[in-house]
């Protein structure tokens, strides 16, 4: 089991940036896959990229070339991030952990892009 907690959303005008994190309560050396999705009001989660243990990543399209997914296994962290934002990257953002079959998701945190 593992609790993943968020931290680093907030408002910003469209082009700025942020960074997200993702902190987990117990080693991420083992997790092979985590990764960071958003939601916004009617509409279902996405994915917008995730890593591996090893260090593989995939991304949205939406995002590539613009978001950064990277973890520090050492210190339990997982971080995305979001440069060139627009107006359509407002959601809530959740950390996401499989490990052992089982996913585990963070509380979420939000971010808001201004026009």
């Known amino acids: 089991q593992v609790q993943l907690v968020e931290s680093g959303g907030g408002l910003v005008q469209a082009g700025g940036s942020l960074r997200l994190s993702c902190t987990a309560s117990r080693s991420i050396f083992s997790i092979d896959n985590m990764g960071w999705y958003r939601q916004t009001p009617g509409k279902q989660r996405e994915l917008v990229a995730r890593i591996t243990r090893l260090g593989n990543t995939n991304y949205a399209d939406s995002v590539k070339g613009r978001f950064t997914i990277s973890r520090l296994n050492a210190k339990n962290l997982m971080y995305l991030q979001m440069n060139s934002l627009t107006p359509e990257d407002t959601a809530v953002y959740y950390c996401?952990?499989?490990?052992?079959?089982?996913?585990?998701w963070g509380q979420g945190t939000q971010v808001t892009v201004s026009s």
């Open positions: 996401n952990a499989v490990t052992t079959g089982l996913a585990y």
